[in-house]
Antibody, heavy 118, light 110 residues
Framework: EVQVVESGGGLVQPGGSLRLSCAAS????????MHWVRQAPGKGLVWVSQ????????SYADSVKGRFTISRDNAKNTLYLQMNSLSAEDTAVYYC???????????WGQGTLVTVSS | QSALTQPRSVSGSPGQSVTISCTGT?????????VSWYQHQPGKAPKFMIY???KRPSGVPDRFSGSKSGNTASLTISGLQAEDDADYYC??????????FGGGTKLTVL
């Protein structure tokens, strides 16, 4: 069974940093593009970042470019999101998702909540 | 990277059909046949419903169908059932390996 499970969320002060993890199982992780998508409280889904299977390429939404870094460890079947210079606008549930091809996400995790507040 | 435009809410009675629109630009929806749709219920992981504008993943009922005309994509749900009550999001490839989601539509099954 395909599973992706996020962790690492929590409360962080403005200007702080946090690293999210996403543990993948049930599929050959090293063969898939992976994504992070977030949802602020009461708002819609917003695409954040993606990374290719061998970690040689990645892309970001303008709102996080230069502050967030996506990475992966294929030996550990784990996806990461390093978030720096956090602000209240980054408060959201962060979802990890597998790219099923055709620029679509076929499996999603339950999300991990990041709250940026003093 | 402006969000795609969806109606905030739609509603219908069991058995009826509803259509949710998703309007973008020639740089996203209109430029690629890579529109997908997701169902999201509170506290659950989003569920993959449609890809490549109109294709259904295995396990998705054929009551769900997608289409596109110009810069607007649409999701139609026929034979509404109580379990269809959820938020629905469209998503489009937007070039340069970026994606853009719609603002979401709350479907209420009356």
């Amino acid at each position: 069974e395909v599973q992706v499970v996020e962790s690492g969320g929590g409360l962080v002060q403005p200007g702080g940093s946090l690293r999210l993890s996403c543990a993948a199982s049930g599929f050959t992780f090293s063969s898939y593009w992976m994504h992070w998508v977030r949802q602020a409280p009461g708002k819609g889904l917003v695409w954040v970042s993606q990374i290719n299977p061998d970690a040689s390429g990645s892309s970001y939404a303008d709102s996080v470019k230069g502050r967030f870094t996506i990475s992966r460890d294929n030996a550990k079947n784990t996806l990461y999101l390093q978030m720096n210079s956090l602000s209240a606008e980054d408060t959201a549930v962060y979802y990890c998702a597998r790219d099923g091809g055709s620029y679509s996400a076929d499996y999603w995790g339950q999300g991990t909540l990041v709250t940026v507040s003093s | 990277q402006s969000a795609l435009t969806q109606p905030r809410s739609v509603s219908g009675s069991p058995g009826q059909s509803v259509t949710i629109s998703c309007t973008g630009t020639s740089s996203d929806v209109g430029g690629y046949n890579y529109v997908s749709w997701y169902q999201h219920q509170p506290g659950k992981a989003p569920k993959f419903m449609i890809y490549d504008v109109s294709k259904r993943p295995s396990g998705v009922p054929d009551r769900f169908s997608g289409s596109k005309s110009g810069n607007t994509a649409s999701l139609t749900i026929s034979g509404l059932q109580a379990e269809d009550d959820a938020d629905y999001y469209c998503c489009s490839y937007a070039g340069s390996y970026t994606w853009v989601f719609g603002g979401g539509t709350k479907l209420t099954v009356l």
